[in-house]
Protein backbone atom coordinates (compact mmCIF):
# COMPACT_ATOMS: atom_id res chain seq x y z
CA UNK A 1 0.00 0.00 0.00
CA UNK A 2 1.73 3.40 -1.15
CA UNK A 3 1.82 5.78 1.57
CA UNK A 4 1.95 9.83 1.32
CA UNK A 5 3.15 11.80 3.58
CA UNK A 6 0.47 12.56 5.56
CA UNK A 7 -1.02 9.41 5.84
CA UNK A 8 3.12 7.80 7.41
CA UNK A 9 2.65 8.99 10.70
CA UNK A 10 -0.81 9.54 11.06
CA UNK A 11 -2.61 7.03 13.93
CA UNK A 12 -6.15 7.08 12.20
CA UNK A 13 -8.08 4.10 13.20
CA UNK A 14 -5.73 2.69 15.45
CA UNK A 15 -7.00 2.10 18.69
CA UNK A 16 -3.69 1.63 21.42
CA UNK A 17 -3.33 0.92 25.08
CA UNK A 18 -1.14 2.85 26.75
CA UNK A 19 -0.42 1.54 30.20
CA UNK A 20 0.77 4.20 33.07
CA UNK A 21 -0.19 6.37 30.47
CA UNK A 22 -1.79 9.71 32.39
CA UNK A 23 1.70 11.12 33.74
CA UNK A 24 4.64 11.77 32.96
CA UNK A 25 6.24 9.77 29.55
CA UNK A 26 2.82 8.12 29.43
CA UNK A 27 0.71 11.21 29.24
CA UNK A 28 2.97 12.74 26.80
CA UNK A 29 2.66 9.65 24.59
CA UNK A 30 -1.57 9.70 25.31
CA UNK A 31 -1.54 12.91 24.11
CA UNK A 32 0.66 12.70 20.96
CA UNK A 33 -1.20 9.70 19.84
CA UNK A 34 -4.57 10.96 20.29
CA UNK A 35 -3.48 14.37 18.88
CA UNK A 36 -1.86 11.79 15.42
CA UNK A 37 -6.23 10.35 15.44
CA UNK A 38 -5.54 7.30 17.63
CA UNK A 39 -7.98 6.38 20.09
CA UNK A 40 -6.15 5.66 23.24
CA UNK A 41 -6.87 3.76 26.43
CA UNK A 42 -5.09 5.40 29.27
CA UNK A 43 -4.19 3.14 31.39
CA UNK A 44 -3.30 4.10 35.12
CA UNK A 45 -3.63 2.91 38.71
CA UNK A 46 -2.74 5.47 41.29
CA UNK A 47 -3.17 9.36 40.42
CA UNK A 48 -7.07 9.66 40.07
CA UNK A 49 -6.37 13.64 39.69
CA UNK A 50 -3.75 13.54 37.28
CA UNK A 51 -6.47 11.07 35.05
CA UNK A 52 -8.94 13.26 35.46
CA UNK A 53 -6.85 16.29 34.16
CA UNK A 54 -6.08 14.39 31.65
CA UNK A 55 -10.02 13.41 30.55
CA UNK A 56 -10.27 17.30 30.85
CA UNK A 57 -7.69 17.96 28.41
CA UNK A 58 -8.99 15.20 26.02
CA UNK A 59 -12.66 16.66 26.14
CA UNK A 60 -11.55 20.17 25.57
CA UNK A 61 -9.59 19.63 22.75
CA UNK A 62 -12.11 17.08 21.15
CA UNK A 63 -9.81 13.75 22.06
CA UNK A 64 -10.34 10.28 21.87
CA UNK A 65 -8.98 9.00 25.11
CA UNK A 66 -10.25 6.75 27.29
CA UNK A 67 -9.33 6.20 31.20
CA UNK A 68 -8.57 3.04 32.65
CA UNK A 69 -7.78 2.51 36.11
CA UNK A 70 -6.44 -0.97 36.54
CA UNK A 71 -3.55 -2.69 38.59
CA UNK A 72 -1.50 -4.67 35.85
CA UNK A 73 0.53 -6.76 39.01
CA UNK A 74 -3.01 -8.34 39.74
CA UNK A 75 -4.65 -10.68 37.60
CA UNK A 76 -7.74 -8.50 38.53
CA UNK A 77 -6.60 -5.44 37.25
CA UNK A 78 -5.95 -7.32 34.13
CA UNK A 79 -9.08 -8.70 34.01
CA UNK A 80 -10.43 -5.28 34.25
CA UNK A 81 -8.72 -3.73 31.55
CA UNK A 82 -9.80 -6.82 29.29
CA UNK A 83 -12.98 -6.29 30.10
CA UNK A 84 -12.96 -2.61 29.32
CA UNK A 85 -11.09 -3.47 25.68
CA UNK A 86 -13.92 -5.71 25.11
CA UNK A 87 -16.39 -2.65 25.11
CA UNK A 88 -14.37 -0.24 23.33
CA UNK A 89 -12.08 -1.68 21.00
CA UNK A 90 -12.43 -5.07 20.35
CA UNK A 91 -9.31 -4.92 17.67
CA UNK A 92 -6.09 -3.14 18.66
CA UNK A 93 -3.22 -1.06 16.67
CA UNK A 94 -0.98 -1.15 19.18
CA UNK A 95 0.22 -1.21 22.96
CA UNK A 96 2.92 0.63 24.99
CA UNK A 97 4.03 0.05 28.38
CA UNK A 98 4.94 2.89 29.80
CA UNK A 99 4.04 2.09 33.42
CA UNK A 100 7.04 1.46 35.60
CA UNK A 101 7.90 1.63 39.15
CA UNK A 102 11.24 1.04 41.31
CA UNK A 103 12.83 1.47 44.65
CA UNK A 104 15.97 3.33 44.11
CA UNK A 105 18.47 3.12 47.19
CA UNK A 106 22.04 1.42 47.06
CA UNK A 107 22.34 -2.77 47.35
CA UNK A 108 22.68 -2.94 51.19
CA UNK A 109 19.16 -1.55 52.01
CA UNK A 110 17.26 -3.38 49.02
CA UNK A 111 15.73 -6.67 49.68
CA UNK A 112 13.90 -9.77 47.65
CA UNK A 113 10.60 -8.01 48.24
CA UNK A 114 11.78 -4.66 46.25
CA UNK A 115 13.42 -6.97 43.71
CA UNK A 116 9.88 -8.72 43.17
CA UNK A 117 7.70 -5.42 43.55
CA UNK A 118 9.79 -3.49 40.95
CA UNK A 119 9.45 -6.58 38.44
CA UNK A 120 6.11 -7.62 39.01
CA UNK A 121 5.59 -4.88 37.16
CA UNK A 122 8.24 -3.35 34.83
CA UNK A 123 8.37 -6.72 33.36
CA UNK A 124 6.17 -9.89 34.22
CA UNK A 125 3.05 -6.85 33.71
CA UNK A 126 4.72 -6.69 30.23
CA UNK A 127 4.43 -10.19 29.62
CA UNK A 128 1.08 -11.20 30.71
CA UNK A 129 -0.59 -8.13 29.24
CA UNK A 130 0.47 -9.40 25.46
CA UNK A 131 -0.14 -13.03 26.57
CA UNK A 132 -3.95 -11.45 27.32
CA UNK A 133 -4.48 -9.42 24.64
CA UNK A 134 -2.13 -11.06 21.69
CA UNK A 135 -5.00 -11.76 19.81
CA UNK A 136 -6.80 -8.66 19.45
CA UNK A 137 -3.79 -7.03 18.18
CA UNK A 138 -4.27 -6.96 14.15
CA UNK A 139 -1.91 -7.08 11.32
CA UNK A 140 0.01 -4.12 11.51
CA UNK A 141 -0.27 -3.17 15.07
CA UNK A 142 2.34 -2.18 17.11
CA UNK A 143 3.76 -2.90 20.37
CA UNK A 144 6.38 -0.56 22.11
CA UNK A 145 8.10 -1.42 25.65
CA UNK A 146 9.12 1.96 26.98
CA UNK A 147 12.75 1.30 28.48
CA UNK A 148 15.82 3.49 29.87
CA UNK A 149 19.35 4.18 29.60
CA UNK A 150 19.78 2.21 33.07
CA UNK A 151 18.76 -0.98 30.79
CA UNK A 152 22.58 -1.22 29.33
CA UNK A 153 24.15 1.66 32.12
CA UNK A 154 24.90 1.14 35.75
CA UNK A 155 23.09 4.39 37.23
CA UNK A 156 23.33 5.45 40.68
CA UNK A 157 20.59 3.56 42.96
CA UNK A 158 19.17 2.25 39.47
CA UNK A 159 19.61 -1.32 40.40
CA UNK A 160 16.71 -2.66 40.32
CA UNK A 161 14.90 -0.23 37.64
CA UNK A 162 18.00 -0.62 35.31
CA UNK A 163 17.68 -4.51 35.55
CA UNK A 164 13.82 -4.77 34.92
CA UNK A 165 14.51 -2.36 32.06
CA UNK A 166 17.08 -4.88 30.87
CA UNK A 167 14.97 -7.78 31.14
CA UNK A 168 12.11 -6.21 29.68
CA UNK A 169 13.95 -5.24 26.65
CA UNK A 170 15.32 -8.90 26.17
CA UNK A 171 11.83 -9.79 26.04
CA UNK A 172 10.61 -7.41 23.49
CA UNK A 173 12.96 -8.66 21.41
CA UNK A 174 12.13 -11.89 21.40
CA UNK A 175 8.11 -11.37 21.01
CA UNK A 176 9.53 -9.05 18.61
CA UNK A 177 11.49 -12.06 16.66
CA UNK A 178 8.05 -14.27 17.48
CA UNK A 179 5.32 -11.98 16.44
CA UNK A 180 6.94 -10.47 13.27
CA UNK A 181 5.62 -13.15 10.98
CA UNK A 182 1.56 -12.60 12.73
CA UNK A 183 2.45 -9.09 11.36
CA UNK A 184 2.76 -7.43 15.35
CA UNK A 185 5.84 -5.60 15.34
CA UNK A 186 7.69 -5.19 18.67
CA UNK A 187 10.05 -2.72 19.31
CA UNK A 188 11.87 -0.49 22.47
CA UNK A 189 12.01 2.72 23.01
CA UNK A 190 14.27 4.11 25.10
CA UNK A 191 14.76 7.63 26.51
CA UNK A 192 18.55 9.16 28.33
CA UNK A 193 17.65 11.58 30.97
CA UNK A 194 13.89 12.79 30.79
CA UNK A 195 12.30 16.11 32.70
CA UNK A 196 9.65 14.29 34.31
CA UNK A 197 8.00 14.53 38.01
CA UNK A 198 10.02 11.19 38.16
CA UNK A 199 13.05 12.88 39.37
CA UNK A 200 11.09 13.94 42.16
CA UNK A 201 11.69 10.30 43.93
CA UNK A 202 15.33 9.98 42.98
CA UNK A 203 18.13 10.69 45.07
CA UNK A 204 20.69 13.46 44.57
CA UNK A 205 18.34 14.62 41.41
CA UNK A 206 19.66 18.27 40.86
CA UNK A 207 23.07 16.82 41.03
CA UNK A 208 22.55 14.12 38.90
CA UNK A 209 20.33 16.21 36.10
CA UNK A 210 23.19 18.49 36.02
CA UNK A 211 25.61 16.09 35.49
CA UNK A 212 23.32 14.74 32.20
CA UNK A 213 23.04 18.34 31.01
CA UNK A 214 27.06 18.70 31.14
CA UNK A 215 27.90 15.21 29.36
CA UNK A 216 24.85 15.63 26.72
CA UNK A 217 25.75 17.08 23.62
CA UNK A 218 21.82 18.53 22.93
CA UNK A 219 22.96 20.21 26.07
CA UNK A 220 19.81 20.01 27.99
CA UNK A 221 17.46 17.10 28.75
CA UNK A 222 15.05 15.46 26.55
CA UNK A 223 11.45 16.07 27.00
CA UNK A 224 8.48 13.60 27.12
CA UNK A 225 7.31 15.38 24.30
CA UNK A 226 10.58 14.32 22.35
CA UNK A 227 10.15 10.89 23.67
CA UNK A 228 5.96 10.53 22.29
CA UNK A 229 7.01 11.86 18.59
CA UNK A 230 9.18 9.07 18.50
CA UNK A 231 6.94 6.35 20.24
CA UNK A 232 4.22 7.85 17.64
CA UNK A 233 7.03 6.79 14.69
CA UNK A 234 7.19 3.68 16.07
CA UNK A 235 3.26 3.08 15.83
CA UNK A 236 3.06 4.32 12.46
CA UNK A 237 3.19 3.10 9.41
CA UNK A 238 6.67 4.72 8.75
CA UNK A 239 8.26 2.36 10.75
CA UNK A 240 6.21 -1.29 9.41
CA UNK A 241 9.72 -2.56 8.33
CA UNK A 242 11.17 -2.01 11.71
CA UNK A 243 11.08 -4.67 14.16
CA UNK A 244 13.40 -5.68 17.44
CA UNK A 245 14.54 -2.41 17.32
CA UNK A 246 15.90 0.24 20.55
CA UNK A 247 14.90 3.49 19.50
CA UNK A 248 17.02 5.61 21.67
CA UNK A 249 16.17 9.61 22.04
CA UNK A 250 18.48 11.16 24.65
CA UNK A 251 20.25 14.29 22.65
CA UNK A 252 23.30 12.63 22.28
CA UNK A 253 24.21 10.99 25.33
CA UNK A 254 24.59 7.73 25.16
CA UNK A 255 28.15 8.50 22.28
CA UNK A 256 29.83 10.27 24.91
CA UNK A 257 32.56 8.41 26.43
CA UNK B 1 -2.13 7.88 72.34
CA UNK B 2 -4.69 5.01 70.90
CA UNK B 3 -3.10 2.77 68.48
CA UNK B 4 -4.96 4.20 65.72
CA UNK B 5 -3.22 7.58 66.88
CA UNK B 6 0.21 5.65 66.76
CA UNK B 7 -0.14 4.62 63.87
CA UNK B 8 -1.23 7.56 62.11
CA UNK B 9 1.68 9.59 63.60
CA UNK B 10 4.47 7.34 62.31
CA UNK B 11 2.84 6.67 59.15
CA UNK B 12 2.94 10.33 58.74
CA UNK B 13 7.09 9.99 59.19
CA UNK B 14 6.79 7.42 56.23
CA UNK B 15 4.91 9.92 53.99
CA UNK B 16 7.48 12.02 55.14
CA UNK B 17 10.66 10.33 54.39
CA UNK B 18 8.98 9.36 50.82
CA UNK B 19 7.71 12.28 49.81
CA UNK B 20 9.45 15.35 51.88
CA UNK B 21 6.15 16.94 52.73
CA UNK B 22 4.48 18.33 55.76
CA UNK B 23 3.50 15.29 58.26
CA UNK B 24 0.54 16.90 59.57
CA UNK B 25 -0.80 17.41 55.69
CA UNK B 26 -1.18 13.82 55.90
CA UNK B 27 -4.69 12.54 57.11
CA UNK B 28 -6.48 9.48 57.23
CA UNK B 29 -8.38 10.87 53.63
CA UNK B 30 -5.42 11.32 51.85
CA UNK B 31 -4.68 9.12 49.19
CA UNK B 32 -2.20 9.41 45.65
CA UNK B 33 -4.10 12.46 44.16
CA UNK B 34 -3.39 14.42 47.20
CA UNK B 35 0.54 14.16 46.66
CA UNK B 36 2.72 14.84 44.05
CA UNK B 37 5.27 11.91 43.80
CA UNK B 38 2.84 9.07 44.87
CA UNK B 39 3.13 7.89 41.81
CA UNK B 40 3.95 3.58 41.04
CA UNK B 41 7.69 4.38 42.14
CA UNK B 42 6.57 6.52 45.01
CA UNK B 43 4.26 3.68 46.16
CA UNK B 44 7.31 1.81 46.43
CA UNK B 45 9.90 4.05 48.51
CA UNK B 46 6.63 4.86 50.62
CA UNK B 47 5.84 0.71 51.09
CA UNK B 48 10.11 0.78 51.80
CA UNK B 49 9.56 3.47 54.54
CA UNK B 50 6.93 1.71 56.37
CA UNK B 51 8.62 -1.47 56.52
CA UNK B 52 11.28 0.33 58.07
CA UNK B 53 9.51 2.28 60.75
CA UNK B 54 7.01 -0.44 61.53
CA UNK B 55 9.39 -3.60 61.34
CA UNK B 56 6.71 -5.02 59.65
CA UNK B 57 6.76 -7.03 56.14
CA UNK B 58 4.12 -6.01 53.21
CA UNK B 59 3.40 -8.63 50.48
CA UNK B 60 2.21 -7.34 47.33
CA UNK B 61 -1.99 -7.78 47.97
CA UNK B 62 -0.91 -5.21 50.61
CA UNK B 63 0.73 -3.08 48.21
CA UNK B 64 -2.30 -3.51 46.22
CA UNK B 65 -4.81 -2.44 48.61
CA UNK B 66 -3.04 0.58 50.04
CA UNK B 67 -4.63 3.03 48.43
CA UNK B 68 -5.10 5.90 51.06
CA UNK B 69 -4.09 6.52 54.16
CA UNK B 70 -6.86 5.05 56.03
CA UNK B 71 -6.77 1.30 53.88
CA UNK B 72 -2.09 1.78 54.67
CA UNK B 73 -3.27 2.27 58.43
CA UNK B 74 -5.81 -0.51 58.65
CA UNK B 75 -3.03 -2.73 57.10
CA UNK B 76 -0.75 -1.94 59.22
CA UNK B 77 -2.47 -1.93 62.63
CA UNK B 78 -3.67 -5.22 61.63
CA UNK B 79 0.02 -6.52 61.15
CA UNK B 80 1.26 -5.07 64.12
CA UNK B 81 -1.51 -7.22 66.09
CA UNK B 82 -0.16 -9.83 64.49
CA UNK B 83 3.31 -9.53 66.07
CA UNK B 84 2.12 -9.19 69.67
Known amino acids: MSLNGNDLFSLRNKTIVITGGTRGIGQAITMRFARAGATVIANYLRNEQAANELKAISIQEGLDIKLCRADLTSDKGLE ?15 IVHCAATGIHRPLEELTERHFDWTLNLNVRAFFKLIKLLITRLSNGSSIVAVSSWGAIRALPYYTLVGSSKGALE ?37 ARIAEIVRRTPAGRLVTAEEVAYGAQFLCSDAARAIIGHTLVIDGGLGVMA | MSDQDYVLTNVRQAFKAAFDINPESVSMETSASDITGWDSVGHLSLAGNLEEVFGI ?23 LSQKV
Open chain 1, 170 to 206: ALARHFAAELAPRGIRVNILTAGGVLTDAWKAMPNAE
Open chain 1, 80 to 94: QLALSLQEWAPQLGG
Open chain 2, 57 to 79: TLDVDDLMEMENVRQIVSIIAAK
